[in-house]
Nanobody, 123 residues
Framework: VQLQASGGGLVQPGGSLSLSCTAS????????IGWFRQAPGKERAKVGC???????FYRGPVKGRFTISRDIAKDTVYLELKDLRPEDTAIYYC??????????????????WGEGTLVTVSS
């Protein structure tokens, strides 16, 4: 079972990026996928999630700016980032709970992690 995040890069404030999380060896409609980020010098924090039923959850700082979606046929979850701010600079990760436990559309105990992708917001 593997997850792989990709799509990060350097973007100016106010810009947009699209991240992808590709899953292998499990199906997205049976797992909630969470997006997390870790900023320099800070602990990893939840950004938002998409449940196995496709419903989503977002933390306050990103509501209205970030959108999570998925393409089950492609085994891919997307994180669209808009109106990016310098404080959004972080390594972004996707994760799942191998036991498929879920709470509030998020993996309950995420133990499957992909390599992160770096998003840098700077002018």
């Amino acid at each position: 079972v593997q997850l792989q995040a990709s799509g990060g890069g350097l973007v100016q404030p106010g810009g947009s990026l699209s991240l992808s999380c590709t899953a292998s060896k499990f199906t997205l409609d049976r797992h909630a996928i969470g997006w997390f980020r870790q900023a320099p010098g800070k602990e990893r924090a939840k950004v938002g999630c998409i449940g196995d039923d496709g419903r989503t959850f977002y933390r306050g700082p990103v509501k209205g700016r970030f959108t999570i979606s998925r393409d089950i046929a492609k085994d891919t979850v997307y994180l669209e980032l808009k109106d990016l701010r310098p404080e959004d600079t972080a390594i972004y990760y996707c994760a799942a709970d191998s036991r498929r436990n879920e709470v509030d559309h998020c993996p309950y105990n995420p133990d499957l992690w992909g390599e992160g992708t770096l998003v840098t917001v700077s002018s």
